[in-house]
């Protein structure tokens, strides 16, 4: 196993179906906890991040696994991380990019039966056991959010993102949904959303729909350009926060 993975085993695979005796309600809650810290540790010093994410189905060549790839060499030449969930197709591509351009490259990994593994290029990459962990950290470093084609998941992420906003639970950062073609259904039903009153109009601002890799960072690289700050994290040689 190379070093830079850190896996964090999973201990249940299901922790949703009911109430279960209070000693194991405890270790899971406790469990939570020690990935959450784990994650923090790990991706406190990583510096401002622009999160990608898309579909695990896609390969290379395919027309929005390129796309991706160019994203990850765009944020990489804008100086940020590009994070993304750390597995294969859109997830793989945007971090390719980025390695490929010396950019920094990490992910927040998931433990599933399925697709996801880790892709190779990626500095540091940890694997979580609950999603909801993982869209935490996802979210919590990004300065920006750029959403490809994708399925439940990708829409999970996406719109969850978008509530936040919404909410104001997080600052309103810009959300690019790239691939009209793919997308304009969904943003038909924004519009009836918005037509029938359960989200305002002003929601439907709070997204990018482009076709357009430059207009993308454009209006990524405006937002940036206006609002980023950096913000100093030092080390804390007691918390054992080595370089």
Known sequence: MDKSERIIPAKESVYLDGPKPRINEFFFAW?????????????????????VFGSARFKEGHTYYEAAREFGKRIAAMGFTTMTGGG?????????????NGGQ??????????????????????????????????????????????????MD?????????QTRVITDFPIVLYGKEYFMPLMEAIDTMVEKG??????????????????????????????FKVKPRKRLWWLLESR
């Open 31 to 51: 469990n939570v906890f020690r990935q959450m810290i784990y994650g923090f540790r790990n991706l406190h010093f990583l510096g401002p991040c622009i999160t």
């Open 88 to 100: 294969p197709g859109i997830m793989e591509a945007a971090n390719r990019g980025a390695f490929e």
């Open 105 to 154: 490259s990490v992910g927040c990994n998931i433990k599933l039966p399925f697709e996801q593994h880790p892709n190779p290029y990626m500095q540091k990459w940890i694997t979580f056991d609950y999603f909801f962990i993982r869209k935490v950290l996802l979210v919590k470093y990004s300065y920006a959010f750029v959403i490809l084609p994708g399925g439940y998941g990708t």
């Open 157 to 165: 992420e996406m719109f969850e993102t978008i509530t936040l906003i």
């Open 198 to 227: 359960t989200i305002s109009a002003k929601d439907k601002d709070l997204i990018l729909l482009t076709d357009d890799i430059d207009e993308a960072m454009q209006y990524i690289g405006a937002y940036i350009a206006k609002n």
